[in-house]
């Protein structure tokens, strides 16, 4: 029911010489939904973990993960659940939460073996913590909404912010999505790097029959995956992480590293991107 896979940190200068292949092997997030079964990216970028659980009507626990060398998963750890799917519910430490499609769960540091019931689809982030913050269920309604962009610039979008400083405590995790308005593309356009934390992405509400240009790399080394619905993107602290989509999307995005100012970043100029 559990599965865990490694991925190393890669230095830019090695990415540059990476294929496609290459580059989905080391960056794409992929095959993480999976009926019955949690699976998880253990990431050398700030030890951030990737996964998805879907229980499939049934219960998965979440408990001892080898990579971790600790009793259970979240000793030293906090973790964010995003649920993408129908109800469902998270328990740990000792309380059971109900999660509709688009809330988020933030479990502390602690709580010990989380069990996914239900018909969710869940995405979970986690990080390495050094004190425990409060467990906390935010619902869309209680996130910071924050408008952003244009039409003329077609990256009009709204990003609602969960774990975030405004609305929550947490450790290091900081965590939303986003969504594209009706006839924008662009996302995170101009684009930024910060060097004090990694990013992960995680693009969802995909028709099936479109794709996300996902743009990462140094700003003069730009290179792109070519993203589906429920794949995403490791985006070390070096790259950008940018997109453009065929169609209407949504992404979860995901931080972890020195600090949780979101807005701690190095503005790229779109004149300045190669």
Same mark, same amino acid.
């Not at 000793?75 to 964010?80: I, K, L, T």
């Not at 059971?96 to 999660?99: E, F, M, R, S």
């Not at 479109?210 to 140094?218: C, D, P, S, T, Y």
């Not at 970043?265 to 190669?274: E, F, K, N, Y």
């Given at each position: 029911? %559990?599965k865990?896979?490694? /991925?190393?940190a890669?230095?830019?200068?090695?990415?540059?010489?990476?294929?496609t292949?290459e *580059?989905?092997?080391?960056f794409?997030?992929?095959?993480?939904f999976?009926?019955?079964?949690?699976? *998880?990216?253990y990431?050398?970028?700030?030890?951030?973990?990737v996964?998805?659980?879907?229980?499939?009507?049934g219960?998965?626990?979440?408990?001892r993960?080898?990579?971790t060398?600790?009793a259970?998963?979240l +000793?030293?750890?906090?973790?964010?659940v995003?649920?993408?799917?129908?109800?469902?519910?998270?328990?740990a430490?000792g309380e059971?939460?109900?999660?509709e499609r688009?809330?988020?769960?933030?479990?502390?540091?602690?709580?010990?073996?989380?069990?996914?019931?239900?018909?969710?689809?869940f995405? @979970?982030?986690?990080?390495? &913590?050094?004190?425990?913050?409060?467990?906390r269920?935010i619902?869309?309604?209680?996130?910071?909404?924050?408008p952003?962009?244009?039409?003329?610039?077609? $990256?009009?979008?709204? @990003?609602?912010?969960?774990?975030?400083?405004?609305?929550?405590?947490?450790?290091?995790?900081?965590?939303g999505y986003?969504? %594209?308005?009706?006839?924008?593309?662009? $996302?995170?356009?101009? &684009?930024h790097?910060?060097? /004090?934390?990694m990013?992960?992405?995680?693009?969802?509400?995909?028709?099936?029959k479109?794709?996300?240009?996902? %743009?990462?790399?140094?700003p003069?080394q730009?290179?792109?995956?070519?993203?589906? $619905?429920?794949?995403?993107a *490791?985006?070390?602290p070096?790259?950008i992480?940018?997109?453009?989509?065929?169609?209407?999307? &949504?992404?979860?995005? &995901?931080m972890?590293g020195d600090?949780?100012d979101?807005?701690d970043? +190095?503005?790229?100029?779109?004149?300045?991107?190669?």
């Open positions: 029911m %559990l865990v896979e490694t /991925r190393q890669v230095h830019p200068d090695h990415a540059r010489t990476m294929d292949e *580059l989905r092997r080391h794409l997030v992929s095959d993480i999976v009926p019955g079964e949690i699976r *998880l990216i990431s050398h970028y700030d030890r951030m973990v996964g998805g659980a879907v229980p499939d009507g219960e998965l626990v979440l408990d993960v080898e990579e060398k600790t259970t998963f +000793d030293r750890r906090e973790m964010a995003v649920n993408i799917g129908d109800t469902g519910t998270v328990a430490g059971t939460h109900t999660l688009g809330d988020v769960l933030y479990v502390g540091m602690g709580s010990g073996q989380v069990t996914f019931g239900g018909q969710g689809r995405y @979970i982030t986690s990080a390495p &913590a050094h004190r425990t913050c409060p467990t269920l619902r869309i309604g209680e996130a910071k909404a924050v952003m962009g244009a039409p003329e610039t077609s $990256n009009k979008r709204v @990003i609602h912010q969960f774990v975030h400083p405004l609305v929550m405590e947490s450790c290091q995790l900081v965590l986003t969504r %594209l308005l009706d006839g924008s593309v662009w $996302n995170t356009m101009p &684009a790097v910060h060097d /004090r934390r990013e992960a992405y995680l693009y969802f509400d995909v028709d099936e479109n794709r996300v240009l996902h %743009l990462m790399g140094e003069t730009t290179r792109h995956l070519v993203v589906a $619905n429920e794949e995403g *490791l985006s070390p070096w790259s992480h940018s997109g453009a989509g065929t169609g209407s999307y &949504a992404f979860i995005w &995901a972890a600090n949780v979101y807005t970043m +190095d503005m790229v100029g779109i004149g300045d991107l190669r």
